[in-house]
């Protein structure tokens, strides 16, 4: 069957949750899905745990001033077959586009245990992907649990081959080379609205801006994929939520780098506007034609690797809190009852 080459206009949305409101912030990405549905995208990417806002909490105030903040989490994470995802669900088919959003995840099986995920929903409203960031990075720790790779997948569609990671995984060459192997032909970031690790007086701070450049251009160059980024924006309603009556760390939040949304192609250049500090969207017309050239130069999960030097595994088994197997004891217990009724 001969190769094709999908072309398409991606959306990368630079959006502010509505603060530890899961229902409104659903609301206004649905207003955001159907702005760019009319400006013609057929994918529209939404930012880490945009649902229902990123806990920059954990950076800012000790563990035991944050549990009102915890619990409030909780309460407004999402389940993936919750009301809240159904209504994006209902969204993307409606106007005939793929979503890719970030959650804060919430499970039937524990009242207290969340994970940093991110949803793939098609064109016709089923969820395409449900991955599970592998490593909470840093304070993240303190608020969600490790994931497994049951999502760490690329999923062939009409646009082409999507593939997806959450903010720190993509500085993981493992996790993305797990997606490169299977053909990843675009790839979706998602980031939080600021990254602070040191108060802003201290010039040698994380650099989120600079973080997002370097992961995105180099898993861009070295997969020849094009990477869709969408990051999230600190707007007044989060810094006075998480700042209260504090000044310092009201400073902190205003002054820390901001992160960027933007697109880039597979040479790894930018090849859209730049947003950062303003909510909008960006645009980029893809042509999945374009890797085909740079494949001929570097192609890592081709010729240009030592399969008899490097053995690569990947784990997708899913990790669950318990097996349960009533069915097998039941009949192990016919069995036994059996034995007993012989002569």
Not at 29 to 41: D, P, R, T, V
Not at 44 to 57: C, D, H, L, R, T
Not at 174 to 191: F, K, P
Not at 275 to 290: L, M, N, P, R, W
């Amino acid at each position: 069957m001969p190769q094709t080459y999908p072309r398409f206009k991606a959306a990368a949305c630079h959006i502010a949750s509505v603060f530890l409101d899961a229902d409104a912030t659903v609301d206004k990405g649905i207003s955001f899905i159907h702005e760019a549905a009319k400006a013609g995208a057929a994918l529209v990417a939404f930012p880490e745990s945009f649902i229902p806002g990123f806990p920059v909490w954990s950076a800012l105030r000790a563990p035991i001033e944050n549990h009102d903040f915890f619990r409030a989490l909780a309460t407004q994470s999402v389940r993936r077959d919750g009301p809240e995802v159904a209504r994006l669900c209902a969204a993307a088919r409606e106007h005939g586009v793929y979503v890719s959003t970030g959650i804060s995840e919430g499970t039937d099986a524990s009242v207290g245990c969340l994970w940093n995920s991110n949803l793939l929903i098609g064109p016709d409203g089923n969820i395409l992907n449900h991955h599970r960031k592998l490593v909470p990075t840093f304070y993240e720790k303190l608020i969600w649990a490790n994931g497994d790779a049951r999502g760490l997948r690329v999923v062939d569609t009409e646009i082409g081959r999507l593939g997806m990671l959450i903010c720190g995984e993509n500085t993981n060459p493992l996790s993305r080379y797990a997606l490169m192997a299977e053909g990843e032909q675009v790839h979706i970031s998602t980031y939080p609205p600021i990254w602070p690790t040191r108060p802003p007086s201290d010039n040698t701070g994380y650099d989120l801006r600079k973080a997002i450049e370097i992961r995105a251009g180099a898993h861009s160059f070295e997969a020849k994929v094009f990477n869709i980024v969408s990051s999230a924006l600190a707007d007044e309603k989060l810094i006075t939520a998480v700042a209260r009556e504090d000044k310092r760390i009201r400073e902190i939040i205003e002054r820390s780098p901001q992160s960027v949304s933007m697109i880039l192609d597979p040479a790894g250049s930018i090849m859209s506007e730049v947003i950062s500090g303003e909510e909008g969207i960006v645009y980029g017309d893809i042509d999945t034609a374009v890797s085909v050239e740079p494949k001929q130069f570097h192609d890592v999960v081709g010729y240009y690797n030592r399969f008899d030097i490097f053995d690569v595994r990947v784990d997708r088994s899913a990790r669950e809190p318990a097996r349960y197997v009533e069915q097998v004891a039941v009949q192990s217990a016919d069995v036994e009852e059996l034995r007993s009724e012989r002569p």
